[in-house]
């Protein structure tokens, strides 16, 4: 099974700064198969990358995907209010297997 | 719109049974991809099981065994049937839609998600 370790746990943030999570797998994932969600507190996860660099619909422009391999980011350009909340990446593997990083949460400072 | 609504959450007694479903409007449940996702209250998210267009199905270990999740086509709606139900059991169950590229090839990532039911096991 393949583990995404995401850090930092916890980033501390103004609004209007830039933020930087990072997603690293146990082994190498198909950049194809690795998205990212956003949740915030009582609510669903919404989807914000597929396929590593790919916007969701309707997910502004200051959200970007990168990466390959084993080392994945997701950064936010210019944190908004609404930017606050807890980020998940995820990736696809075989058996068929679905499975999540521990999540880094972006809070105010 | 594009909308999963949950059902049937609760609380029941270890060892006890529950069936979750989940009520798709806006596009065929038969026709995509399907998957139930859980978090246990404070952590994080882990998925459950999926069921394939064509019928396969696929669980996690955790939950091998004694869930089953199903599907009713002219209901367009997905269901997990949870038996032997444990402590650790206890979450909020999502229902969720597996992604497509605009090719039509599946992205494994989930587009669509319902609110979410919560289920508690304790006696």
């Known amino acids: 099974e393949i583990v995404l370790t995401q850090s930092p746990g916890t980033l501390s943030l103004s609004p209007g700064e830039r933020a930087t999570l990072s997603c690293r797998a146990s082994q190498s994932v198909s950049s194809s198969y690795l998205a990212w969600y956003q949740q915030k507190p009582g609510q669903a996860p919404r989807l914000l990358i597929y396929?590593?660099?790919s916007r969701a619909t309707g997910i502004p422009d200051r959200f970007s995907g990168s990466g390959s391999g084993t080392d994945f980011t997701l950064t936010i350009s210019r944190l908004e209010p609404e930017d606050f909340a807890v980020y998940y990446c995820?990736?696809?593997?075989?058996?068929?297997?679905?499975?999540f990083g521990q999540g880094t949460k972006v809070e105010i400072k | 719109e594009v909308q999963l609504v949950e059902s049937g959450g609760g609380l029941v007694q270890p060892g006890g049974s529950l069936r979750l479903s989940c009520a798709a409007s806006?596009?065929?449940?038969?026709?995509?991809?399907m998957s139930w996702v859980r978090q246990a209250p404070g952590k994080g998210l882990e998925w459950v099981s999926v069921i394939y267009s064509g019928g396969s199905t696929y669980y996690a270990d955790s939950v091998k065994g004694r869930f089953t999740i199903s599907r009713h086509n002219s209901k367009n709606t997905l269901y997990l049937q949870m038996n032997s139900l444990r402590a650790e059991d206890t979450a909020v169950y999502y229902c969720?839609?597996?992604?497509?590229?605009?090719?039509?090839?599946?992205?494994?990532?989930?587009?669509?998600w319902g609110q979410g039911t919560m289920v508690t096991v304790s006696s």
């Open positions: 806006g596009f065929t449940v038969s026709s995509n991809y």
């Open positions: 969720a839609r597996v992604g497509k590229y605009s090719s039509g090839w599946y992205n494994y990532a989930f587009d669509i």
């Open positions: 995820q990736q696809y593997g075989s058996s068929p297997a679905w499975t």
């Open positions: 396929g590593a660099s």
